[in-house]
């Protein structure tokens, strides 16, 4: 029967053969492709495109090689070096409390809801919706999201993440973001098991309600969201034994932690937002005064250094990196105690700011990287005024001169100096030393203020001293600092009346009945053009009053290596959020 058979099928391939030599083939296209396709399938495949992509790659590792003589970070390989000052290894979204490692969990982990490079809120892993009354967060999150140990993240996740943060043994700054969900103090209070206003209502779904209407509070939904199973823990102490070996949703996954070094990560596979190019980050501890060095030589991709043109010259020198600078969201001030006689009237606050000469300092001072600050709100701010509205103090000695007389103050006994009810117009600034701009302002505001008839003395110590004099003790007459502002522009937590307190912001003892109405107000209102409306009230108040003496808004810079694409470094545009995006130049 095997004979038989193969004897058939051999007749059958000499007859299609015999068709096939001997049909008319001139209106056969069916004969012409089946023959094409022998033909394609006996004949040896056609390689010059392959040896042309080949030749192609050749040519770009060549000019790699080439490059790479000059540039050592495209040795590197496919894996981002990003510069930091320091780690303290708390690499968990609800007890990181440095910039640094709040960078590490930004790449580890997911919220609810995420900045974007607008500085708005929206969504990350959920998205959500807000009751009538504004009092209840309803979030719907998004299904399949993968921990790094394959896990799907659920609505129950959240739920413990929270429940975390509540917990009465909780010692990290995250607090304030679960203080007005209904039912968190009986819970901390052990009162209850549960928390009344947090509710799972599906896998998907989970639901917060707050006591009083927070039109902020949607930022207190971006922490990074834990996996119960990894973080389940007895005791806080045992939960914070993981702060080093992080786990979670992240574009980034957590490799290795060499303390004091660096923290290595690599790119997660199943990350719900797809795989970024790169294959990893190392994020590098960079002494502050190497950082400008480091990236003009290679050895980093990626780092803010402090803003000056040396750093500037030195990062562009060699011709491998490039400088991206940006405002911040920061200001520099000098703070006037307001419960002292000397400074209760605001034209001496006034006074003292026309009769520095601001300008000059600040171009001598960050040569081009800062600029005048004329009131709370940073530019990169959506309540930022228009600055029309605003007076702009510029160096007037004879108005500041003008000013203090109108207030009292005058020389009777003609010795040079200021006085006023038997009192010299003397004045103690408290600062730190560990940076030369604030040595440096003192100096001037000898000068020009001595101009005036009024004596200045610095008292320097180190930051922490002074942060105790001002906050713990408001032992102080002048003092300076700088704020990093949060991304609403809500001022109560620096200028509102409870913040006057021991321990609080308020430690000028600012105080004023406007301003503390649109505090409220805007805490209030939830239409964005009307806050902003009220926030540009409160702008022209702070300039006319003067609880602080504004002095700069800095500009940001980092140095960036050439080898990096898709990287713009912005004010809420860091290298989390373009993570997926950044592509290198390397060698294989």
Not at 556 to 561: E, P, R, T, W
Request: charged share 25%; hydrophobic share 40%; proline share 3%.
């Amino acid at each position: 029967m095997k004979k038989s058979l193969i004897m058939l099928l051999v007749m059958g391939l000499i007859v299609m053969t015999v068709l096939v030599g001997c049909g008319d083939t001139s209106n056969n296209t069916n004969n012409v492709v089946a023959n094409n396709q022998v033909a394609e399938e006996n004949e040896p495949a056609n390689t010059n495109n392959q040896e042309t992509e080949v030749n192609e790659e050749n040519d770009v590792q060549a000019e790699l090689e080439t490059l790479a003589e000059t540039n050592p970070a495209i040795r590197r390989g496919n894996v981002l070096t990003y510069g930091v000052t320091g780690l303290d290894g708390k690499f968990n979204p609800i007890f990181s409390d440095s910039k640094d490692d709040s960078d590490v969990c930004d790449l580890i982990f997911n919220g609810l809801v995420k900045v974007n490079k607008n500085g708005e809120f929206v969504p990350d892993l959920a998205t959500w919706t807000v009751s009538e009354d504004k009092l209840t967060y309803t979030f719907s999150i998004t299904e399949g999201v993968k921990y790094h140990n394959g896990d799907e993240l659920k609505a129950e996740d959240v739920r413990f993440t929270y429940y975390t943060i509540a917990d009465p043994e909780y010692a990290g700054a995250r607090g304030p973001a679960v203080a007005d969900i209904v039912g968190v103090k009986s819970y901390q209070a052990g009162e209850t098991d549960t928390i009344e206003g947090i509710t799972v209502i599906d896998d998907y779904t989970i639901s917060f309600t707050i006591e009083t209407k927070n039109v902020k509070k949607i930022a207190d939904f971006g922490y990074g969201i834990l996996n119960p199973n990894y973080y389940a823990f007895e005791t806080m102490e045992e939960l914070q034994l993981l702060n080093s070996t992080p786990m979670g949703t992240g574009p980034m996954q957590f490799k290795s932690y060499e303390v004091g070094q660096y923290a290595e990560l690599t790119s997660f596979d199943d990350y719900f937002f797809g795989r970024a190019y790169i294959d990893g980050v190392i994020v590098k501890i960079v002494p502050n005064a190497t950082a400008a060095a480091a990236i003009n030589s290679g050895d980093i991709d990626v780092m803010e250094v402090t803003a000056s043109l040396e750093n500037y010259d030195t990062m562009t020198e060699a011709g491998v990196a490039e400088v991206q600078e940006y405002l911040g969201n920061s200001y520099r001030y000098i703070g006037f105690n307001l419960r002292l006689d000397k400074f209760s009237d605001k034209r001496v606050r006034q006074a003292l700011w026309y009769g520095l000469n601001l300008k000059d300092f600040i171009d001598a001072q960050w040569e081009g990287f800062a600029a005048p600050c004329l009131g709370p709100i940073s530019p990169v701010s959506w309540a930022y005024p228009d600055t029309t509205e605003l007076t702009s103090y510029d160096f007037d000695p004879a108005k500041a001169a003008a000013l203090l007389e109108e207030a009292g103050w005058a020389d009777t006994d003609g010795d040079g100096v200021l006085d006023k009810d038997g009192e010299k117009f003397t004045i103690v600034w408290t600062s730190y030393n560990d940076v030369d701009w604030p040595l440096n302002l003192i100096a001037v505001a000898k000068e020009n203020w001595g101009a005036l008839g009024i004596e200045l003395e610095g008292l320097l110590m180190e930051f922490a001293a002074v942060s105790d004099l001002v906050y713990e003790k408001q032992d102080f007459e002048l003092y300076n600092m700088g704020w990093s502002l949060a991304i609403d522009p809500d001022p109560t937590a620096i200028f509102g009346e409870d913040a006057d307190a021991l321990g609080g912001f308020n430690a000028i003892g600012f105080h004023h009945e406007r301003a503390n109405e649109i505090f409220r107000l805007g805490k209030q209102e939830y239409d964005q053009g009307k806050r902003a409306e009220l926030y540009h009230e409160w702008a022209q108040i702070a300039n006319e009053e003067v609880p602080y003496l504004f002095v700069s808004i800095g500009t940001v810079i980092n140095g960036v290596n050439n080898r990096v694409h898709n990287l713009e470094m912005d004010t809420y545009d860091g290298i989390a959020s373009q993570i997926l995006d950044i592509e290198l130049d390397y060698l294989d």
